[in-house]
């Protein structure tokens, strides 16, 4: 694999899964259509994409690393959250400016969109798809 070191970063690449996520609220569950996407030109996270009404997104970027620790055991702290939850289910807590938001997805289509994107990029590789000439660009002048 060609590493930023070499000066030349790998070809951008992604993955998108669309699943059917539930937002968890006064014990009702609302099925929210939802784009888990992941991009190489940003390793580090996936973007979930929850479609809540016609032409309106909310999207949130959420830690790859915690997301595939979190499919097992609870993981997260401050506005995001990932925790296993009962029938093979996974729960994403996400908060901002108080309010809170609970998303509850299978697992299965999580760890199978987690498993495409080591095929992108290995877990603990993501540092070497950084584009970081902007950044040293900036300081050298």
């Given at each position: ?21 539930h ?25 979930f ?47 901002r ?17 987690l ?15 950084l ?11």
């Amino acid at each position: 694999m060609t590493t930023f070191s070499d000066g030349v970063l790998p070809d951008r690449r992604w993955v998108a899964r669309r699943v059917m996520a539930h937002q968890v609220r006064e014990g009702r569950r609302i099925p929210v259509s939802t784009t888990l996407r992941y991009d190489t030109r940003d390793p580090y996270a996936i973007e979930f994409t929850f479609h809540v009404a016609r032409g309106m997104d909310v999207v949130w970027y959420v830690d790859r690393g915690m997301l595939h620790a979190g499919v097992d055991a609870p993981a997260g702290t401050g506005d995001v959250r990932v925790s296993p939850a009962h029938a093979d289910h996974v729960l994403l807590s996400l908060e901002r400016d108080g309010h809170l938001a609970l998303i509850m997805m299978e697992r299965g289509p999580l760890v199978r969109l987690l498993r495409e994107t080591y095929a992108l990029v290995d877990l603990g590789g993501e540092s070497a798809h950084l584009d970081w000439s902007p950044v040293t660009d900036a300081l050298a002048s």
